[in-house]
């Protein structure tokens, strides 16, 4: 099974972003602590890991805690 990130605005509507695939969690962790910066900037808000097409966890946002 393969791990991959959904993308969404604000409002929760999805967006388009990377399509990156990976083989664990971990790797799709590891990727996204280094690429939110670029994602937030693209004009995602949040995100949400799937695991084929099942949600792992999310939607967490890309914006700083308050």
């Known amino acids: 099974m393969d791990y991959r990130w959904r993308y969404q605005d604000a409002l929760g509507r ?3 972003g990377p399509d ?3 083989g664990d969690q971990e790797e ?10 670029e994602l937030a900037d693209a004009g995602v808000a949040q995100v949400t890991l799937l695991r084929s097409e099942s949600e792992v966890y999310g939607p967490m946002s890309l914006s700083p805690a308050e």
Request: charged share 25%; hydrophobic share 60%.
């Open 14 to 16: 999805e967006v388009d």
């Open 20 to 22: 990156v695939r990976f």
């Open 28 to 37: 799709a962790e590891a990727w996204f602590s280094a690429a939110w910066p």
